[in-house]
């Protein structure tokens, strides 16, 4: 016993002699200095429920329930975020889909956006997020979570682009008739493509004639090449971790990552517990997120870092970041890892908002 106590301080004591010295008033500063963009938050959808509510979702009350709400959020520190409509596979593939996604959207643009607008405004661009980062407010930004609410239908696709959508996960956890997921890749009572069809290349490169973001979370690894052969724009994993960390479907391969960042594109990392560590039961802490964000500096650069938390869509955060006002402590532990305020203004949001001015770029250019 007693060995095994002084194995545990010896190590206890070398990590701590790792980590780099941080103030306070270091990670405030430096905290302040960032755009911190969180690219993927289920707060509308979780509100909302199966079925829109009798009343108005109020963000301004505590959410105690909920890893978001408007103190919350300005208590991290957070400049934007995409709030996800998101469309379960029990809605289907018709339009009990398409009709979600509206309803969601209509969440986001009136119960956030119109009831708070001294704190909230839409943004549908990287300029915009950028205004109303000095103008002190929260850029709010959506962003569809499964392709099956466009009901196989491009007209639909550009109808949620004028309603401000401005990227679209291809898939969720069920291939839908155009696309294949990770989720259902090993279900033999699935119909797959392997990969992408014909229509689903076709809606690729709608959205990057609009100007949508192609994101590639949750889909079949066969159908995350594919949209990237078939891309002229950089694609984004909206939220996503590593595959060599936490080796399960969802997760992006050490090649998928390199080859993401290739072109551009963003790894937004993924705060799901089960996504950062397979451990049973999964338990996961701050430091986890960290090692999937070092993971990926390491093998594709500075560069090819975001974050997409994913809150209100897990029910597991790390210990840590429990919700969205613990953004600092990432932050101390970024500095404490060695990772210059330069390198976490990339990670926060710079990086993002590079590879959005890219895909709004080839959309002008088309």
Known sequence: MRNRILVGLAVAMTLAAQKKPV?????????????LIDTHNDFPTEQAGQDRPAGPIDISLPAPMAHTDLARLRQGGVGAVFFAAYVAASYGLGPRAYARAQQVIDIIRHDIVEQHPKDFVLATTAAEIEAAHKQGKIAVLIGIEGGHAIEDSLDKLREFYGRGVRY?????????????????VNDPKVTHHNGLTDFGKDVVREMNRLGMMVDISHVA???FYDALAVSSAPLIAS????????????????????????????????????????EKPPYATL??????????????????????????????????????????NLTRALLEKGYSPGDIRKIYGGNFLRAMKAVEKVAAAK
């Open 239 to 278: 939220h996503s971790a590593c595959r060599a960390l936490a080796d399960v479907p969802r997760n992006m391969t050490d090649s998928m990552i390199t080859e993401l960042a290739k072109k551009g594109g963003v790894v937004q990392v993924n705060f799901y517990c089960n996504f950062l560590t397979t």
């Open 168 to 184: 679209m996960t291809l898939t969720h956890s069920n291939t839908n008739n155009w696309a294949d997921s990770s989720g259902d």
């Open 287 to 328: 430091n986890n997120v960290v090692e999937h964000i070092d993971h990926i500096r390491k093998i594709a650069g500075i560069n090819a870092i975001g974050i997409g938390s994913d809150f209100d869509g897990i029910e597991c955060a790390p210990v840590g970041l429990e919700d969205v006002s613990k953004f600092p």
């Open 23 to 35: 103030t306070d008033a270091a990670v405030k500063r430096v905290h302040a200095s960032a755009l």
């Open 221 to 223: 690894d066969k159908t």
